[in-house]
């Protein structure tokens, strides 16, 4: 049950880094799972509006490529953890140009 700040913590770190759904996420943690899903939103907020208050809180998003320089200028290596997203093929030839990859298939 979540019934203490620490239980709300506890379920949505739980949720954000296993990916489970709501049910299972409710079942772990002794609720059901339209309350999981009702606390892990709680939770993002409580976590969210401390992250940010304190300074802590990862910036997402910048204006301009001079922005994300001078935030990164004192680090010496910066690593990005992304994943590829398929697109749509154009069906204009010059425009297919643009966006091939270089690979010959997609693995699944």
Request: hydrophobic share 35%.
């Amino acid at each position: 049950m979540v019934e203490t700040e620490e239980d709300l913590l506890l379920l949505t770190l739980l949720g954000l880094k296993s990916g489970l759904t709501s049910d299972l996420l409710g079942l772990m943690t002794g609720v059901d799972g339209s309350s999981a899903f009702r606390n892990r939103d709680i939770g993002l907020s409580v976590l969210q509006s401390m992250l940010n208050g304190r300074g802590f809180a990862p910036v997402r998003e910048f204006k301009s490529v001079e922005k994300f320089k001078e935030y990164f200028q004192e680090y010496e290596t910066l690593l990005i953890d992304g994943e590829e997203q398929p697109i749509q093929r154009p069906l204009d030839e010059d425009s297919q140009i643009d966006h091939f990859s270089g690979k010959k298939k997609t693995r699944h």
